[in-house]
């Protein structure tokens, strides 16, 4: 829930950033939580470690997430974000490159559907109803949540607090 509430106050922030510091602490923030969530959905279960937590962990069994592969441009984005900003890299972007500005809504709303796809059919047991809730709500609703949200109630702290054992 975390990763989806910090991706959405960003999207909703990041245009009125001026450019500065702030704006690319921003956008490294908004490509490392895209990087999770595109990892946690695409996850496959054989080549996660034992302390991942990703998506199939949710359902019953596993294995019935599937959601197939990440599109053209999550893939991209992934790959971006890390060399981008998980390392010091010669293909980092200058700043006269045109394809620099990330497209922040674009790609909230491209992994949107499949948070959607995942709340819907995760184990009611194993997802946090909030979850759910944020997954069918609108814009205005999923920034309200978000704002409202703590940090500390992350889907890992409430499964480890229910005890589930992933």
Known sequence: MYELNILRWLVNTIPNTPKNFRLSAYLESFAIHL???????????????????????????PSVWNPGVPSVTLSAARERANKEVGHITYKRKSGMDPTKPWPVSDLFNEIVPIARQFAAGASNKKLHQTVVAWSKSDATAMLSLAVSAFTSTTNTFVVSTLGIKI
């Open 35 to 61: 990087r999770g969530l595109i990892d946690f959905f695409y996850a496959n279960l054989k080549d996660a470690k034992p302390d991942d937590v990703i998506a199939g962990d949710f359902f019953d069994p």
